[in-house]
């Protein structure tokens, strides 16, 4: 009965392992659709960055990848402490261990394999994602920059600072120089002006009124984006780096499964070939001189 279970299970190892390429069911069956809205581009660029990563926590793909990463937890937590058993086990006690070892590596290499096809779907979303912002940023950009609404509002802007500084320095004068003594009105005036200060200096501060930043340095939204999709490629190349360490961990398992249903077929002392010693002719020739 033993004997059918690993054999039976070895087989399974086999081809479980044969086909690590393949899209499982269970990853097809969740997913992370976000979509670049015109409500999503008017945000700070750095404020679309954590939205977007709110948006994949809430996702099925997300809490799909995350009960997958405490499943393989449990998953490592029984392979040592069978490793441990396997210390201590004799005969056909340690066969079962080292069965139930081999079912738990298994397990443990599909659901790697799972949680890499989600997070590589994800990272594709993301990038695509970003792509398209980025795309409409700059298309927005140059429309803005190219029309003549745009040049109007700059010119506007000119003259709207030229007198606003006429203004300031009218009000300066009537604040500081233009009383021998101190007014209700200038009292007040001053007051004013410093709140207004405050909170200006307070909006230009304000996380989200940020311009974007690269190791402290302000960049403009595209060359944020253009960081995030370096980020993500980075990010495809560790997954790519995962799953070469999956094939071969696969690789071990097979291997494994193979050694025992051999064991269990020949017997242990077979596994070691040994070459059967022959009496070599010169060894006799003396007694035929």
């Known amino acids: 009965m033993f004997l059918k279970k690993v054999l039976i299970s070895a087989t399974f190892v086999c081809l479980s392992f044969s086909a690590l390429s393949s899209t499982s069911g269970k990853e097809s069956q969740v997913s992370w659709q976000p979509v670049a809205s015109d409500k999503l581009i008017r945000l700070p660029v750095n404020i679309i960055e954590k939205r977007i990563e709110q948006d994949f926590n809430m996702s099925p793909m997300a809490s799909r990848v995350s009960n997958i990463e405490k499943e393989m937890l449990s998953t490592v937590d029984n392979m040592k402490t069978i490793g441990e058993q396997l210390a201590n086990a004799q005969d056909d006690d340690l066969l079962d261990k080292r069965h139930d070892l081999l079912q738990q590596k298994s397990h443990y290499?599909?659901?790697?394999?799972?949680?890499?096809?989600?997070?590589?779907?994800?990272?594709?979303?993301?990038?695509?994602?970003?792509?398209?912002?980025?795309?409409?940023?700059?298309?927005?950009?140059?429309?803005?920059?190219?029309?003549?609404?745009?040049?109007?509002?700059?010119?506007?802007?000119?003259?709207?600072?030229?007198?606003?500084?006429?203004?300031?320095?009218?009000?300066?004068?009537?604040?500081?120089?233009?009383?021998?003594?101190?007014?209700?009105?200038?009292?007040?005036?001053?007051?004013?002006?410093?709140?207004?200060?405050?909170?200006?200096?307070?909006?230009?501060?304000?996380?989200?009124?940020?311009s974007p930043t690269l190791n402290g340095v302000e960049v403009t939204s595209q060359e944020y984006l253009r960081q995030l999709l370096i980020d993500v490629s980075s990010e495809q190349s560790l997954l790519d780096q995962?799953?070469?360490?999956?094939?071969?961990?696969?690789?071990?398992?097979?291997?494994?499964?193979?050694?025992?249903?051999?064991?269990?077929?020949?017997?242990?002392?077979?596994?070691?070939?040994?070459?059967?010693?022959?009496?070599?002719?010169?060894?006799?020739?003396?007694?035929?001189?």
């Not at 029309?147 to 030229?162: E, N, V, Y």
């Not at 004013?192 to 909006?203: A, C, F, V, Y």
């Not at 799953?243 to 070691?272: H, I, K, P, W």
């Open 242 to 289: 995962e799953g070469l360490l999956l094939s071969y961990m696969a690789r071990l398992v097979a291997l494994d499964a193979n050694e025992m249903e051999y064991q269990m077929s020949y017997g242990s002392d077979e596994m070691d070939v040994k070459r059967q010693e022959l009496t070599s002719p010169s060894t006799v020739a003396d007694l035929f001189l």
């Open 109 to 210: 290499l599909d659901l790697l394999q799972e949680s890499q096809a989600l997070r590589q779907r994800a990272l594709a979303t993301k990038q695509d994602l970003y792509l398209n912002i980025l795309d409409k940023i700059v298309a927005k950009n140059e429309s803005n920059t190219s029309s003549l609404g745009f040049q109007l509002r700059k010119s506007q802007k000119a003259a709207r600072a030229r007198m606003e500084k006429m203004i300031t320095r009218v009000d300066q004068h009537l604040v500081n120089g233009g009383y021998d003594e101190a007014s209700p009105y200038a009292t007040e005036y001053a007051t004013n002006l410093d709140k207004i200060n405050q909170l200006k200096n307070k909006i230009s501060k304000h996380s989200a009124n940020k």
